[in-house]
């Protein structure tokens, strides 16, 4: 009986992968590998199984969050241009799926399997650990989960250059300060910006003079960037 739903769920997530690839949403080996490789049912609520790879947000519990939909994950992780070293922020863990991904990218390029760099941060303490427990059991202890409010950084209001790599999977209604401080130089964040019915998918650089290229990819749908530099509750 677990056979069989193993089979058929690897079959839609083949199923997905394809489509995704058809329409050149997926057009990196490494990002193709990863979607074939992590359980997206193991980063869902029971209920929503059979439903994991519709290309669809799926929402995670009482939290108001969600699981983005595959086609928006896909789109984000290759304009992000992963390599192994870096040093990946993610605000909003959600499930954990999206921090997966990530980590599952940058060690396809590395023999070592603990060379990936991602730290991932939720605000909500429950969706925090329900991201954690979720990474460990899919062997990914390499992730690092923090709770804190990700609109002011991590550490909160460093203002240090820490990441090659930021990523926010909640709509903000402007770029918050530190994350841009703490982008390092060449480095790339990628944020929806806008209200909370519609937003645009930035992808902003940080140049060699410390000022910033703004490249819009799509419109796009996120829940809110609750926080200090974020949308209030």
Excluded: W
Excluded at 77 to 106: D, P, Q, R, T
Excluded at 111 to 124: A, C, G, L, P, Y
Excluded at 168 to 194: M, S
């Amino acid at each position: 009986m677990v056979s069989i739903e193993h089979n058929q769920l690897l079959k839609k997530r083949e199923e997905l992968v394809n489509n995704l690839s058809k329409n050149r949403v997926i057009y990196s080996k490494e990002v193709e590998t990863a979607f074939l490789k992590v359980k997206r049912e193991e980063f869902i609520d029971n209920k929503d199984k059979n439903e994991a790879y519709s290309d669809t947000p799926l929402q995670l519990g009482t939290t108001r969050q969600t699981i983005s939909a595959p086609h928006m994950i896909a789109i984000m992780l290759e304009n992000l241009n992963l390599c192994n070293g870096m040093k990946v922020l993610e605000i909003g863990s959600g499930s954990g799926y999206n921090a997966a991904l990530m980590s599952e990218i940058m060690r396809s390029q590395s023999k070592n399997k603990e060379d990936s760099q991602v730290i991932t941060v939720e605000r909500i303490d429950s969706l925090g650990n329900f991201a954690s427990n979720n990474l460990k059991r899919e062997g990914y202890n390499d992730v690092k989960v923090v709770i804190s409010d990700g609109s002011l950084g991590y550490p909160e209001k460093s203002e240090k250059c820490i990441y090659d790599r930021i990523i926010v999977t909640a709509a903000a209604p402007y770029v918050p300060k530190y994350l841009k401080i703490q982008l390092k130089i060449n480095g790339i964040l990628l944020i929806p910006v806008g209200n909370k019915n519609e937003q645009d998918l930035q992808k902003i650089t940080k140049k060699n003079d410390g000022s910033f290229s703004i490249e819009i990819l799509c419109g796009c749908r996120f829940v809110p960037l609750i926080g200090e530099s974020g949308n209030k509750d």
